[in-house]
């Protein structure tokens, strides 16, 4: 059972770097817009926090999901994969959720200051 309980866990982790990438989109594509119609501002400013809130709660899980999972990796991810061809998919996996995870919150960072903190 903890095992089935364990990997429910990995599996969210992974949505919610999904979620935080879905929730820095929308700030982008929302930071942009504010950057050309600045007298859209007062409007959307509301909604960048309300996505800033959704992909700091995101990051918490990944941060907290990411300790269990490195816990239990040996176990659940890296013994199972191995011999399979499939060690090359979990680090090529990995890098490109740390490279979107950092990317997201620079860019959420950046318009959040610039327009989520009215």
């Not at 599996?11 to 942009?32: E, N, P, Q, S, W």
């Not at 060690?87 to 959720?97: D, E, G, N, Q, S």
Request: no cysteine; proline share 2%; aromatic share 12%.
């Amino acid at each position: 059972m903890s095992g089935i309980l364990i990997m429910i866990a990995n599996y969210f982790h992974d949505l919610a770097v999904g979620t935080l990438a879905a929730a820095v989109f929308m700030i982008y594509l929302l930071g942009r817009h504010l950057d050309n119609h600045p007298e859209k501002d007062i409007d959307l400013s509301a909604i960048i926090r309300k996505f800033s809130l959704l992909s700091y709660g995101a990051l918490a899980y990944i941060i907290l999901g990411g300790a269990l999972r490195s816990w239990f990796f040996m176990d659940f991810e890296w013994n199972p994969a191995v011999g399979k061809g499939q060690i090359t998919a979990l680090v090529v996996k990995h890098i490109v959720l740390v490279v979107l995870t950092v990317v997201g919150l620079t860019v959420q960072i950046r318009y959040t200051r610039k327009y989520g903190r009215k």
